[in-house]
């Protein structure tokens, strides 16, 4: 068989395991993206313990492997939920290890544009009237989601590629179903091209849909160094 | 002068007493005492770093003063009790750079006080944002962003961004000073029109010929007191203080008279 009548033939098997790497990665991706908003407030809003606590968050999960983080919460959530009465798939344990390193990178980006923004936006807010928590849904934060698209893309993609550490946690993922067809079928170096090959093809799908999506969400004079004054 | 204790019940529509700011070492106001009448529009001038923005910034409590107690009407800003929010909205502020909200068009920025600080639906908070527009010539930019908007644009829609929440008072910090000298005029004309229409004005500005022109009274501030206080004819031609003398020439040196 040639090389493309065997991609051919175990498409059908890699895209039905696509459809569990985009879960893992769009499921960590929001989790990250909720949890990742208000660690940036905090640290940068907050008083003085919870930026203490949402900077030693965002310490440990940028400072321990990813894989180690995903292991501990795969073996060591579920039986502490299980005490508590509660059942977690594996799927969602991934999703959670996952999701909260995601929220401690996703932080520092969100952190990095909220700050970037002008205190003049913050005091003219507050000068009409507006109270902190207003300032921030209402003025700040929409600024800084449109200034964090290009830098948040990052972690995106980076994640599309890290929801295959889920293999070891035993997901029937992208990459675990393609080492099992490698391992089956003996055409190893092949098996990985084509799997490669889909991992490229969505992460070019994301990022024009990310560049689409920054050109939507642009406004004059935000994010582009103003020609004026 | 004779304002520095002002008495409670005269109808002021602005009250400071006794007001003190440090920012760490630097002791900026040490104990600035003044008060407004409804419709009154007084000028602040004095050398730069003299406490002048803080002293506005004390008075809506952007900045927090160590001591002293500032009223709106019978009602006191510096109470802990009070909602501040709600007196913040009472006291229109336009700010030296403008500092309209960046992502948003001229008209959301005019519209986003009514909204979402005092609960105006959309149709009537447009409508409303509308005539602020209108109110400073500016109704064909209502959908332009403010980096589409010259300096002189963008400081009439930070006005009427202000007068949108319908203030008590408007406190103003050098609202020309960040313009070309070209559209500095058009930034008056909407302020003079203001004090004309019996807005009460605190306006922090070196623009002596508007200060001649529209103001009831001029405040000159140094060392973070206040040194002087009068009408405007009194203060130019016979200015009590020396210090008044010697600012006075340096001001009408730089911009002129
Ligand atoms: N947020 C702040 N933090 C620390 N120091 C400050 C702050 N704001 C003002 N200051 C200091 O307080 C002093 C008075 O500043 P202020 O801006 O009130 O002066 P000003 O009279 O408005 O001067 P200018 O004419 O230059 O605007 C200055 O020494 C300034 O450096
Ligand atoms: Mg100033």
Sequence with gaps: MGFFAFAWSILPDLLHATRMTLWITSGSIVLGFLVGIFLALGRVYGPRPIRWLTGGYIQFFRGTPLLVQLLVVYYGLPPYLASLGIQISPLAAAIIGLGLNSAAYQAEYFRGAVQSIQSGQMMAARSVGLSRVRAIRYVILPQALRLVIPSWSNELIYSIKYSSLAYFVSLTELTFVGKKIALHTARTFETYVVVAAIYLVIVLIVSRLLWMLEQRARIPGLGVPTEHR | ?257
């Excluded at chain 2, 802990?80 to 500092?99: H, P």
């Excluded at chain 2, 009514?114 to 209108?134: H, I």
């Design chain 2, 1 to 257: 002068m004779n304002e520095q204790h002002p008495s409670r019940s005269d109808g002021a529509i602005l009250r400071v007493e006794g007001l003190h700011k440090s920012y760490g070492d630097n002791h900026v106001l040490r104990g600035v005492s003044m008060q407004m009448r409804r419709g009154e529009t007084v000028v602040v001038i004095g050398p730069s770093g003299t406490g002048k923005s803080t002293l506005l910034r004390c008075i809506n409590q952007l900045s927090v003063p160590d001591r002293g107690r500032v009223w709106l009407g019978d009602r006191e800003i510096t109470c802990k009790k009070q909602n501040i929010n709600c007196l913040r909205a009472e006291i229109g502020f336009v700010f030296q750079n403008f500092n309209l909200f960046t992502h948003l068009t001229a008209l959301a920025n005019v519209r986003i006080g009514p909204m979402k600080v005092k609960g105006l639906k959309k149709a009537a908070a447009t409508e409303l944002a509308m005539d602020e527009l209108a109110r400073v010539g500016l109704s064909d930019k209502a959908d332009a962003y403010p980096a589409e908007l010259s300096g002189g644009q963008q400081q009439r829609v930070s006005i009427a961004r202000a007068l949108a929440m319908s203030p008590q008072l408007m406190l103003f910090d050098e609202p020309t000073s960040a313009l070309d000298p070209e559209l500095i005029g058009e930034v008056l004309d909407v302020m003079v029109s203001l004090a004309k229409e019996g807005m009460t004005m605190l306006v922090v500005s070196h623009e002596m010929g508007f200060a001649r022109s529209v103001s009831d009274s001029i405040i000159f501030m140094e060392g973070g007191v206040i040194l002087e206080q009068g009408p405007p004819e009194e203060f130019f031609t016979a200015p009590k203080e020396e210090r008044t003398r010697v600012f006075l020439s340096k001001i009408t040196e730089l911009y002129g008279e």
